[in-house]
């Protein structure tokens, strides 16, 4: 006699998914992904090639610049930037609260 298996002995799709998403630290690479997406719209495109988010840790995001000229300039930007990231970050997912650029960990390889 043939055991019949009842829908409710399955998870949901769903659930499944988010027990993944959570277990393998996947929903903090798409949100960077998301916001490495978002980062033209914030600084313009002069310097979405020349710059990008690298880490953010204890709601500081450190944007990787091209060289010091860029890394000055938008220092001097970083409250207007602030005011355009912070929404696009919260639709995503992140708290920012600061921001620090830097040519110092500048990696070519990252710009896709």
Excluded at 14 to 41: C, M, R
Excluded at 44 to 68: I, M, Q
Excluded at 79 to 99: E, N, S, T, V
Aim: hydrophobic share 40%.
């Amino acid at each position: 006699m043939k055991k019949k298996i009842r829908y409710s002995e399955f998870e949901q799709v769903g659930v499944t998914i988010e027990q993944f998403v959570k277990s393998s630290n996947l929903a903090g690479k798409l949100k960077k992904y998301n916001l490495t997406k978002v980062w033209g719209q914030v600084v313009g495109k002069r310097f979405e090639t020349r710059s990008y988010p690298a880490t953010l840790s204890n709601k500081t995001l450190r944007v990787a610049c091209e060289n010091a000229q860029i890394t000055s300039e938008l220092t001097l930007s970083k409250r207007m930037i602030m005011q355009k990231l912070q929404p696009l970050a919260m639709a995503i997912g992140l708290d920012i609260q600061d921001i620090m650029f830097s040519h110092k960990i500048w990696t070519p390889s990252a710009i896709t």
